[in-house]
């Protein structure tokens, strides 16, 4: 089965909600550039209106069905994309969120007019209680042909900024978004490869890409929950597996770390769903990526509360922090020693405590933890080796 999705359903589609969009910016990064030794582009679609490339599949869908009354099951993004598009369009909205929905994300959907319904336990029931709606035209968020083309107006501004594009990166939930940016892509220029990321934790584009048909997987908690689904939509595998060169995963860890270096070195306040594509440069390079390549950054939203989370598992990872103890003897001579040695060699002491419980026969010694800043992992080690040569006995 083909569907409708082409370049000039594409471009009807971005006529239309053009007039209600930013046209992101697209940003050469000389850091990470440097890093990989190959020109990366930044497509920042997490400075787009609501914070996330939702917001073009959702207009493009409610300019189509001419409803007057749509309704959308959502804890996320594609509230706020159906929401703001209602606002635009002058057309009610509900979304149906389930009862754990966070506060902020219902307050965020709220603020552009959206009527909000908690039901169900998950997204699961609140889809099922969705579906008895009469009174609404319901917009999904991926397995829908005019949403795919809406998202798909993404590869228009991209092959505008950057015609010499040898590569795209693009983060992978339902698929929509690179199915639709794909199919354009590629009809356009078939020599541009287009390599799409998920978390392993959340791996139903891998596996279906794999084996050649949809599969549907049991999900586990990710912070790329904006592309944690069960199954990839069947619209968008059928496009997926005509245009796309290849799906792969990437670990939890290294998204961490793509957030963090993506805050630090271009501050730019990315998701874990829009980060996944620096994670996988951060994490392996064995897709043959050519001389300019661009990742997409899909969306910002990301929980202020888990933003700190995030950062200090990301400085631990990469040993921008790192964490030991010291068992010492004497402590009036040893710990004003150990202090010595760290700042000495320019490592920033976070925190320091003595583990009170640590006491074994003959309590004669005792454990002192210690919460280092460093440059990198081999000032980390230069530290810890330092400590060792002083036959200190260093534990973890």
């Known amino acids: 089965m083909r569907v409708k999705v082409t370049i000039d359903s594409i471009e009807k589609a971005y006529n239309g909600i053009k007039s209600f969009i930013h046209k992101t910016p697209l940003i050469y990064?000389?850091?990470?550039?440097?890093?990989?030794?190959?020109?990366?582009?930044?497509k920042a679609e997490n400075l787009q209106k609501t914070g996330s490339f939702k917001v073009r599949g959702a207009l493009n869908k409610i300019l189509k069905t001419k409803a007057k009354k749509v309704c959308a099951v959502s804890m996320g993004n594609h509230a706020q994309g159906v929401a703001y598009a209602g606002k635009c369009l002058d057309i009610k909205v509900k979304?149906?969120?389930?009862?754990?929905?966070?506060?902020?994300?219902?307050?965020?959907?709220?603020?552009?007019?959206?009527?909000?319904?908690?039901?169900?336990?998950?997204l699961s029931e609140s889809l099922a209680y969705a579906k008895k709606l009469k009174d609404c035209e319901f917009i999904h968020p991926y397995d829908d042909i005019d949403v795919i083309n809406g998202q798909g107006t993404l590869a228009i501004e991209i092959l505008k900024d950057l015609p010499e594009v040898t590569d795209l990166i693009i983060p992978v939930g339902g698929g929509g978004l690179i199915a639709g940016i794909a199919v354009y892509i590629k009809e356009k220029n078939p020599r541009i490869k287009i390599l799409g990321i998920q978390s392993e934790r959340a791996r139903s584009g891998v596996e279906?890409?794999?084996?050649?048909?949809?599969?549907?997987?049991?999900?586990?908690?990710?912070?790329?929950?904006?592309?944690?689904?069960?199954?990839?939509?069947?619209?968008?595998?059928?496009?997926?597996?005509?245009?796309?060169?290849?799906?792969?995963s990437v670990k939890e860890e290294s998204i961490a770390k793509?957030?963090?270096n993506l805050l630090e070195r271009k501050k730019l306040v990315v998701e874990g769903a829009g980060a996944v594509?620096?994670?996988?440069?951060?994490?392996?390079?064995?897709?043959k990526i050519g001389k300019n390549t661009l990742l997409l950054l899909s969306g910002g939203n990301i929980d202020m509360m888990l933003i700190d989370k995030?950062?200090?598992?990301?400085?631990?990872?990469?040993?921008?922090?790192?964490?030991?103890?010291?068992?010492?003897?004497?402590?009036?001579?040893?710990?004003?020693?150990?202090?010595?040695?760290?700042?000495?060699q320019r490592g920033i002491i976070k925190n320091v405590f003595k583990?009170?419980?640590?006491?074994?026969?003959?309590?004669?010694?005792?454990?002192?933890n210690f919460l280092v800043e460093t440059k990198d992992e081999k000032h980390g080690d230069e530290i810890l080796s330092t400590l060792l040569k002083r036959k200190y006995k260093i534990l973890y």
């Open 208 to 248: 279906s890409f794999n084996k050649g048909n949809v599969v549907k997987i049991d999900v586990e908690p990710t912070i790329a929950d904006g592309i944690s689904v069960e199954k990839i939509g069947e619209i968008p595998f059928e496009l997926i597996k005509h245009y796309v060169d290849d799906i792969v």
């Open 277 to 287: 594509g620096l994670a996988y440069l951060l994490e392996d390079n064995s897709f």
């Open 310 to 344: 995030i950062i200090y598992s990301a400085l631990i990872s990469s040993k921008r922090i790192i964490s030991f103890s010291v068992e010492i003897h004497n402590f009036s001579k040893e710990f004003y020693d150990i202090i010595k040695i760290i700042t000495k």
């Open 355 to 368: 583990d009170s419980f640590y006491m074994t026969p003959p309590f004669d010694h005792m454990r002192i």
């Open 258 to 260: 793509a957030i963090m």
């Open 29 to 42: 990064s000389n850091s990470f550039s440097k890093m990989f030794s190959r020109n990366i582009f930044l």
């Open 95 to 122: 979304i149906i969120m389930p009862l754990v929905a966070s506060i902020a994300k219902m307050e965020a959907t709220k603020y552009y007019g959206a009527n909000i319904i908690l039901k169900g336990n998950n």
